[in-house]
């Protein structure tokens, strides 16, 4: 079997196991030198190779193997080339693994991009593509914000999930350890669409493209909409960590709603909102107190205080970007 010999950072070889116990014994080869043969995971010392523990070194060794003709020139590399064949078959194992491994990731991203191009195709019907794009692209800088921050908070979450006429939607994989924990979660996600409606509103000014200046205005909505003080919205999943009844005030913010957004639907949308919110508020309002439940709404006072600021300056970001927003679609109206 060739043997291979590397020595003061040159590769030599390939030798059969005679020739090399013979360089051993003249002293053209020392037993620490390392060594590689077929089958070897890495390289070893050459007295680890089978049959030359016992062979007699020479009392002086010379410094290198000699330039003899059955040595070649080095090799780059610390082991010898692998066929193509070889490399290739390495390749695909590895394509392989990665699949197996990075599978849920690959169909998570691949579940998100399919569904925001759904959700493109059908908008761009109605408001044209360009509105589409922008607006779909502001919704997943939102969802985005959700699964940045449950990152941050070590909870895993699926890929977003976008449904025309819906909005979108992560999933958490496992309960939240406490209300803090949850509002944190929640208020990564307008906050992301609070900034990345305030950047289209600045890009609009730059450009003075009106489309872009009415994609702003609506996600300043959307994300408005979704400070709502009422679970599953992002509003009542932050207010959980201040006091749960302000759940009481959501409800009569979305009876609110379905006046101003009279299209079919956002009231298809809150009408779930409701029925998806009535359970948890019968059972943390109305129903009985377990320590379970007591112990994941103690939220700390200082926390409280500071979420409640968190809370409240970020809609009051949401509610000037709106108002700026409309003032300059309403100006652009009356020319």
């Given at each position: 079997m060739?043997l291979?010999?590397?020595?003061?950072?040159?590769?030599?070889?390939?030798?059969?196991l005679?020739?090399?116990?013979?360089?051993?014994r003249?002293g053209?080869v020392?037993?620490?030198d390392?060594?590689?043969?077929?089958?070897?995971?890495?390289?070893?010392?050459?007295?680890?190779i089978?049959?030359?523990?016992?062979?007699p070194?020479a009392r002086?060794?010379?410094?290198?193997p000699p330039?003899?003709?059955?040595?070649p020139?080095?090799l780059?590399?610390?082991r010898?080339?692998?066929?193509?064949?070889?490399?290739?078959?390495g390749?695909?194992?590895a394509?392989v693994?990665a699949?197996?491994?990075?599978k849920?990731?690959?169909f998570?991203a691949?579940?998100t991009?399919?569904?925001?191009?759904?959700m493109?195709w059908v908008?761009?019907?109605?408001?044209?593509?360009?509105?589409?794009?922008?607006?779909?692209f502001l919704?997943?800088?939102h969802?985005?914000?959700?699964?940045?921050?449950?990152?941050?908070?070590?909870?895993?979450?699926?890929?977003?999930?976008?449904?025309?006429?819906?909005g979108?939607?992560?999933?958490m994989?496992q309960?939240?350890?406490?209300?803090?924990?949850?509002?944190l979660m929640?208020y990564?996600?307008?906050?992301a669409g609070?900034?990345?409606?305030?950047?289209?509103?600045f890009i609009?000014l730059?450009l003075?493209?009106?489309?872009?200046?009415?994609v702003?205005?609506?996600?300043?909505?959307?994300?408005?909409?979704?400070?709502i003080p009422?679970?599953p919205?992002d509003g009542g999943?932050?207010c959980?960590?201040?006091s749960?009844?302000?759940?009481i005030i959501?409800l009569?913010l979305?009876g609110?709603?379905?006046?101003?957004?009279?299209?079919?639907?956002?009231i298809?949308?809150?009408?779930?909102?409701?029925?998806?919110?009535?359970?948890?508020?019968k059972q943390t309002?109305?129903?009985?107190?377990?320590?379970?439940?007591?112990?994941?709404?103690?939220?700390?006072?200082?926390?409280?205080?500071?979420m409640a600021?968190?809370?409240?300056?970020?809609?009051?970001?949401?509610?000037?970007?709106?108002w700026?927003?409309?003032?300059?679609?309403s100006?652009l109206?009356d020319?």
């Amino acid at each position: 079997m060739a043997l291979y010999i590397t020595r003061n950072g040159k590769q030599f070889g390939p030798y059969s196991l005679t020739e090399a116990k013979e360089h051993v014994r003249s002293g053209n080869v020392v037993m620490t030198d390392l060594a590689w043969q077929e089958g070897l995971p890495n390289w070893v010392p050459l007295n680890q190779i089978p049959g030359f523990a016992s062979v007699p070194p020479a009392r002086v060794p010379s410094p290198t193997p000699p330039a003899t003709p059955t040595i070649p020139a080095p090799l780059q590399g610390s082991r010898p080339q692998k066929t193509f064949i070889q490399n290739l078959w390495g390749w695909i194992v590895a394509g392989v693994v990665a699949l197996v491994k990075f599978k849920f990731l690959i169909f998570g991203a691949l579940k998100t991009s399919l569904s925001m191009l759904l959700m493109i195709w059908v908008y761009s019907w109605m408001f044209g593509w360009q509105f589409a794009a922008g607006l779909v692209f502001l919704i997943f800088v939102h969802e985005m914000g959700h699964v940045i921050a449950a990152k941050w908070l070590g909870m895993p979450v699926s890929a977003p999930l976008f449904i025309p006429f819906i909005g979108a939607s992560i999933i958490m994989k496992q309960s939240p350890r406490d209300a803090w924990t949850e509002a944190l979660m929640a208020y990564g996600g307008p906050f992301a669409g609070c900034v990345g409606s305030w950047i289209c509103w600045f890009i609009a000014l730059q450009l003075q493209e009106n489309w872009v200046m009415a994609v702003a205005s609506v996600s300043f909505v959307i994300n408005l909409f979704n400070m709502i003080p009422v679970p599953p919205l992002d509003g009542g999943r932050i207010c959980a960590a201040i006091s749960p009844w302000f759940w009481i005030i959501g409800l009569l913010l979305l009876g609110a709603s379905v006046i101003y957004f009279h299209a079919w639907n956002s009231i298809v949308i809150i009408v779930l909102v409701l029925i998806w919110a009535f359970p948890r508020i019968k059972q943390t309002l109305f129903g009985q107190t377990t320590p379970a439940m007591q112990a994941y709404y103690n939220t700390h006072i200082s926390n409280r205080f500071t979420m409640a600021l968190m809370y409240i300056g970020l809609i009051a970001a949401l509610l000037l970007g709106y108002w700026d927003a409309s003032n300059h679609l309403s100006h652009l109206s009356d020319y």
